[in-house]
Each structure stands twice: as structure tokens, then as C-alpha cells.
């Protein structure tokens, strides 16, 4: 009855490990796509500002201007998080097992 109860619990291991790699893999997802979320709020709002800008209704450039550098600022963020994501991809499939 003893090994019976190992190879239980070993299969218990394995399927707390999957859903452990599952979790890992959705919080990821959530991270990146928020990232994608708010990189894109900025851009609307640095497209906002610069239409109110050529429009004559805003009173400050400079705000505008600091819109489209936040705006730009995070575009290169997220373009650094991917290339490092897709190196770290690439690595990953030149190591062999």
C-alpha cells in the first residue's frame, strides 16, 4: 500500500507544478498587456495634446511637448521589454537538453 500512496503524491507534485507554471504564465501575460494598455493611454493622450495644440486651445506647448516625450519614453520602454523577452526566448531554444 506504501508505493501506492508515493506515486499519489508524486502525481499530486506534478499537477500543483503545472498549475504553478500556469499561473506564472497568465500573470505574465496580464503584466504585458497592461504595459501595452498603458503605453497606448499615453499615446493617445500625447495625440490629444498635440490636436489641442494645433487647434489653438491649449494654453501650454510645454505640456504638450512633456505628453509626447512620456509618450515616447514608454514606446522605447516596451520595445526594450520585448527584445529582451525575445532574446531570452531565443537562448532558451539554443539550449539543449
Given at each position: 500500500m506504501q508505493p501506492i500512496q508515493g506515486i499519489q503524491?508524486?502525481?499530486t507534485q506534478t499537477t500543483d507544478k503545472k498549475?504553478?507554471?500556469?499561473?506564472a504564465q497568465q500573470n505574465f501575460g496580464?503584466?504585458?498587456?497592461g504595459l501595452v494598455?498603458?503605453?497606448?493611454?499615453?499615446?493617445q493622450a500625447a495625440d490629444k495634446a498635440v490636436q489641442?495644440?494645433?487647434?489653438?486651445?491649449?494654453k501650454n506647448?510645454?505640456?504638450?511637448?512633456?505628453?509626447m516625450e512620456q509618450a515616447d519614453i514608454s514606446i522605447r520602454f516596451m520595445v526594450q521589454v520585448r527584445n529582451k523577452?525575445?532574446?531570452a526566448y531565443q537562448e532558451i531554444m539554443r539550449m539543449q537538453v
Open positions: 503524491l508524486a502525481t498549475s504553478e507554471a500556469d499561473q496580464k503584466m504585458i498587456s494598455e498603458d503605453v497606448q493611454q499615453q499615446q489641442q495644440v494645433h487647434s489653438g486651445n491649449a506647448l510645454h505640456e504638450a511637448m512633456i505628453a523577452a525575445m532574446d
